[in-house]
């Protein structure tokens, strides 16, 4: 493909990092991983026995989109709902410990914080257990939220809207943020999770997976084709100014609309891939940051394509710094 940016653009855009302020908000979690090696079946079950060699506690959900984007060096803040426990304590720690401002945690009472446990042996998952509580937060909560943007919306040059469908990304949330940055020139960029995307309507990026993608607009990928026909049609039914579709190992699929629509593919740069786990993640927080740091949608596609290409070679819920992209570049 011709090349899109120059690298001194790209390494322009990069330097900007620092002076870019973007908001996460939408779902925390934490990923907490259990490595180690299977050897023998258990006399008990048909199961493997994994040997546990090692443990780690790591931000997930919205909590990763602000883990890349802090360590691409952004101005980075974050607001969404925890529970009052044991793993809420330890993210709050996490995210105090990088000099994160923790001011947008809500804490709500008698609401588990969501923990994703995954049990990892020879460099794949084992099994996977949750503790949540998907039900829509309160309302007291969302006012919080939506008082904590108000706070902040000044040093904003980004926004994005995280959802994982544990229940802080819901209609009368995404009214107050319309209405709290209207008329100021943030860009918002929305990971989206419900089938519907007439609920994001009216923020300027939206970026599915090539499943999400199919499913809003009620078509199956059959084909490498497909998802070119099926962006368009989304970028038609929908008043988005683009959508970035993430297609795994293929790559990313820009599709804009100024004028006329267009569509710009980005092959994967992954040399390898290991672990596609939050690789969306990385994605829509180097995204974000990009526009937040002056980038045009393709500009800001590239860059993110880049990075992803880089977290799939390596296993569990990874970022990339400054350095390894401007390595890549």
């Given at each position: 493909m011709k090349r899109i940016i120059?690298?001194?653009?790209?390494?322009?855009?990069?330097?900007?990092?620092?002076r870019s302020g973007v908001l996460v908000v939408g779902d925390i979690m934490a990923d907490h991983f259990i490595w180690g090696r299977v050897s023998r079946i258990s006399p008990e079950a048909p199961v493997p026995v994994v040997e546990v060699r090692k443990d780690s506690f790591m931000l997930g959900g919205c909590a990763n989109v602000l883990n890349n984007i802090f360590v691409m060096g952004g101005r980075v803040y974050m607001t969404g709902v925890i529970g009052s426990d044991e793993t809420g304590r330890r993210l709050l720690a996490e995210v105090r410990k990088r000099g994160v401002d923790t001011g947008g945690m809500v804490v709500e009472e008698r609401r588990p914080t969501t923990l994703k446990t995954r049990i990892v042996a020879h460099g794949q998952q084992v099994v996977r257990f949750d503790f949540e509580d998907r039900k829509a937060v309160q309302a007291k909560s969302i006012r919080k939220i939506l008082s904590y943007i108000r706070s902040v919306r000044d040093d904003l040059g980004a926004l994005v809207i995280s959802d994982y469908n544990k229940g802080v990304v819901t209609g009368p949330l995404l009214e107050g943020i319309r209405k709290e940055i209207a008329g100021r020139s943030i860009v918002t960029c929305v990971d989206p999770k419900q089938r519907d995307f007439s609920l994001y309507q009216g923020f300027d990026i939206i970026t599915p997976n090539?499943?999400?993608?199919?499913?809003?607009?009620?078509?199956?990928m059959q084909n490498d084709h497909d998802h070119v026909r099926v962006g368009m049609k989304l970028l038609e039914k929908y008043d988005f100014k683009a959508i970035l579709v993430t297609r795994g190992e293929e790559g990313l699929s820009l599709?804009?609309?100024?004028?006329?629509?267009k569509h710009t593919a980005f092959p994967t740069e992954a040399r390898e891939v290991f672990d596609v786990t939050g690789a969306g993640d990385t994605v829509i927080g180097v995204f974000a940051l990009c526009m937040a740091a002056g980038a045009s949608f393709r500009e800001a596609a590239y860059l993110a394509?880049?990075?992803a290409g880089i977290v799939v070679g390596k296993v569990g819920t990874a970022t990339v710094t400054r350095e390894e992209l401007k390595r890549v570049l």
């Open positions: 120059s690298k001194k653009r790209a390494f322009a855009i990069i330097e900007n990092f620092p090539h499943h999400e993608a199919g499913n809003a607009a009620g078509e199956e599709f804009e609309k100024d004028g006329r629509m394509n880049h990075a």
